[in-house]
């Protein structure tokens, strides 16, 4: 059974309006993830939840069954809400069926150093919280140890991003730092190699050793890595593009490099 809410008034109600800003977000410690498929996969993967908010139409339908399970089984509770006012609190159109309240979690910057030659991607200023979601569901898939944000970045935690990213934010171990040129430094002192993309690079990819503790460095869509980093790092390297296009999606270099990386790995282990 799920408790009903028919209150725009409701703390949970209004729990899920504030976790609509950054702000919100930040200072409750908390994110939404929407539709079945996220929901129950932070269920699957032990995240903390808060709560599932889900409409009575979804509650209804078989479909909901093995999820309202394994909530219950979790002793996570559940609410009921009409479509409309689903509607009015979630901007999703259309309206997601179920929500579920989250814990927001980062690591602290230290600790993404941590571990025998990690794989780690910086990602520089993304602007468009689009493309950060499917670059960090590509690095999920890949299989990265750590991914660290530069904190102008876009919320990795905001409703795009998490859609985009298929729920990646739930399992990544990911960090913010504000002084990135700081942290960089730590890490070279720690035996890390920087690599830094650049349209203007002079190392091909295929030529650069990963298989030793890596930080990777992708920029903004449009400015690229900003120069202090890049003044950073050990390698500035480029994709080799043999058609007419000058560049790529951040998404899609951001995994192109990650996936190099994993390849050399899992061939040296051979």
């Not at 979804?58 to 399970?69: H, I, K, R, V």
């Not at 960090?136 to 944000?149: E, K, P, Q």
């Not at 920087?194 to 992708?218: C, F, N, P």
Request: charged share 20%; net charge negative; glycine share 8%.
């Amino acid at each position: 059974m799920t408790a009903k809410i028919d209150s725009q008034k409701h703390p949970i109600i209004e729990l899920l309006r504030d976790l609509q800003t950054e702000k919100g977000r930040e200072e409750f410690g908390q994110f939404y993830v929407e539709g079945p498929m996220i929901v129950l996969r932070a269920l699957e993967y032990g995240v903390r939840i808060d709560s599932i908010i889900c409409t009575d139409k979804y509650a209804a339908s078989l479909n909901s069954g093995p999820l309202l399970d394994v909530a219950r089984a979790a002793g996570v509770p559940a609410y009921a809400v009409t479509e409309g006012l689903m509607g009015k609190i979630i901007p999703a159109k259309p309206s997601p069926g179920v929500v579920a309240i989250v814990e927001r979690k980062l690591h602290s910057p230290a600790d993404i150093l941590a571990g025998t030659s990690p794989l780690v991607v910086m990602i520089d200023r993304c602007e468009n919280p689009d493309n950060l979601g499917m670059l960090l569901r590509s690095l999920d898939a890949a299989g990265v140890d750590g991914v660290v944000l530069t904190d102008d970045s876009v919320d990795p935690f905001s409703r795009l991003s998490v859609r985009a990213s298929r729920g990646s934010v739930l399992s990544l171990n990911m960090s913010v730092v504000d002084q990135p040129e700081h942290w960089l430094e730590d890490a070279k002192l720690r035996g890390f190699q920087i690599m830094a993309t650049s349209a203007h690079g002079s190392v091909g990819l295929w030529t650069v050793d990963l298989k030793r503790s890596t930080i990777i460095v992708v920029g903004n869509e449009h400015t690229g890595v900003r120069d202090s980093i890049r003044q950073m790092a050990d390698i500035l390297t480029v994709i080799p593009m043999s058609g007419k296009m000058e560049s790529l999606n951040i998404a899609v270099s951001g995994a192109i490099l990650a996936y190099e990386a994993v390849r050399q790995r899992s061939v040296s282990s051979e």
